[in-house]
């Protein structure tokens, strides 16, 4: 009978072992799981930040080109302005 209580208390902290192993897996996984998703999030927000960024400069690159083309047409007319000064003074 001791010999059959012994068993049954072996068997027993052996379930009582495997129940513990298999929390902190679980406990280990849930961590595991918890900071993969933390950095898919801080991936996801770097690569819109750098969509954004790349929205930016293409947005400044097609105003300085405006730009560009304002103050050739400027420098166009200037010239012409001085064109139409120059004949203004021969009369």
């Known amino acids: 009978a ?10 027993a902290g ?14 280990l996984l849930t961590e595991k799981v918890t900071s993969c998703g933390t950095d898919v999030i801080a991936l996801t927000k770097q690569v819109l930040k750098g969509s954004r960024s790349a929205e930016l400069l293409g947005q400044a690159a097609r105003n300085m080109v405006m730009q560009e083309d304002a103050i050739l047409h400027s420098e166009d007319s200037l010239r012409k302005m001085a064109i139409i000064t120059t004949h203004l003074q021969y009369q």
């Open 2 to 11: 001791g010999r059959r209580q012994s068993k049954m208390a072996a068997a």
């Open 14 to 27: 052996a379930a009582d072992a495997q129940a513990r192993f298999g929390h902190s897996v679980k406990g």
